[in-house]
């Protein structure tokens, strides 16, 4: 405890916090998806929030992609891309921070892993714990 | 492990039992006071109350040594919890992890919207009367328990993750370092008395909180279901002096 209570002490002396808004200039990604395999695609809603797009997932060489084009988003802080098992994502693969609110944006799933059960793409504000919006693919 | 943990638990009741009858020869009765206290600092904050037994020791009854009570609620917004078990953080559980270094990856996230937890605990503690009508002194939560809601958390592991349930840890026990179990509030305190009666705290006050999840969602290096939160914050209180 004497330990943790210096950290502390420390820490509140000199951390601070920053707003991680999401980049908004419109971006445009060069993934080819001619050169990949369409798995599953549907329609980005907005929970809440204002979200509009196409989620697709590829597969590609020895990778799988999801494809967010056209995309368009509500700005907001610590965005992040997540491939969910269900709308709770109770079980995600993180895709990383939201690139940009707008644009074609593409984002490599990590590790490649059996994508059969994911069948949610999610707009998630992680810092805040707030969806955005989903698109369930299919 | 179960036998240092047995040895540190008879230790604290030994503590709490004979406390009492240690400080009892001396001469002067307890004083009894109530504490009511509010901390606060980015997104979180605490409602405090306290019943505390408090001895004067020494030729100039200077040193205060006392027990009590207290209830801790805690309130936070978007907190990150980490790793709790000191096994896993710093890969043993005895004293001596007071002296070793975090190992960072063991120790994952888990983000908590809404943290709200009660604990009621005994607690230790120990002042020193600057003056008539200044002390300072600093006390912690020895042992007792915790409520509160279940909530949904985020554990975060790198690119992977779950929203699950958990709930506050329902037993707290100071131990040593990251030893300790479930959710134990502490203060470094100054005091200034208005009068026979009334006394105005300020204090620098750190509170863990635990929550364990309904289920072990870290797996590595074993399986865990406890993650703890370390915040720190500024505190004021007003002390009833009932005797």
């Not at chain 1, 998806?33 to 509009?52: C, D, M």
């Not at chain 1, 069948?119 to 919006?133: A, K, L, P, R, S």
């Not at chain 2, 100039?60 to 009590?68: A, H, L, P, R, Y």
């Amino acid at each position: 405890m004497k330990k943790n209570i210096i950290l502390l002490f420390i820490t509140a002396m000199i951390s601070c916090k920053e707003d991680d808004a999401t980049p908004t200039a419109p971006i445009n990604d060069s993934f080819d998806p001619t050169t990949a395999t369409l798995l599953k695609s549907g329609s980005l809603a907005g929970i809440g929030h204002t979200v509009s797009g196409t989620a697709s997932l590829y597969e590609g060489t020895a990778k799988k992609i999801i494809l967010l084009d056209p995309f368009n988003s509500q700005n907001g802080p610590d965005l992040k891309v997540y491939l969910s098992k269900d709308i709770n994502a109770s079980s995600y693969i993180s895709l990383g921070a939201l690139k940009s609110t707008m644009g074609k944006q593409s984002y490599e799933v990590p590790g490649n892993p059996d994508v059969t059960d994911y069948n949610y793409v999610m707009i998630w504000c992680e810092q805040f714990t707030v969806v955005f919006g989903r698109a369930e693919i299919k | 492990m179960k036998c240092i943990l047995m040895v540190r638990i008879k230790s604290l009741i030994f503590i709490s039992l004979f406390l009492p009858i240690l400080v009892s020869a001396q001469k002067s009765l307890p004083t009894k006071s109530f504490d009511l206290g509010v901390g606060g600092a980015s997104n979180q904050g605490t409602l405090s109350a306290a019943y505390i037994y408090d001895w004067s020791l020494g030729k100039k009854e200077k040193i205060i040594v006392g027990i009590g009570g207290r209830v801790t609620s805690y309130i936070g917004a978007n907190q990150y919890y980490s790793t709790a078990p000191a096994k896993l953080t710093s890969g043993s559980t005895g004293p001596a992890v007071f002296f070793k270094e975090n190992i960072i990856a063991n120790i994952d996230t888990f983000l908590i919207a809404k943290p709200r937890v009660v604990a009621m605990n005994a607690m230790i503690n120990l002042g020193y009367k600057v003056t008539q009508k200044i002390s300072v002194g600093f006390n912690i939560d020895a042992i007792g328990f915790s409520v509160g809601y279940k909530t949904r958390g985020n554990y975060i592991n790198g690119s992977q993750g779950q929203n699950v349930e958990a709930k506050p840890t329902v037993f707290n026990l100071l131990l040593v370092s990251d030893n300790d179990l479930g959710s134990l509030n502490s203060e470094f305190y100054g005091k200034y008395k208005l009068n026979e009666t009334i006394s105005l705290k300020a204090a620098f006050q750190f509170i863990f909180t635990e929550y364990t999840t309904e289920i072990p969602v870290q797996q590595f290096p074993e399986p865990n279901d406890r993650f703890r939160n370390k915040s720190s914050m500024f505190s004021a209180a007003v002390s009833f002096q009932l005797n």
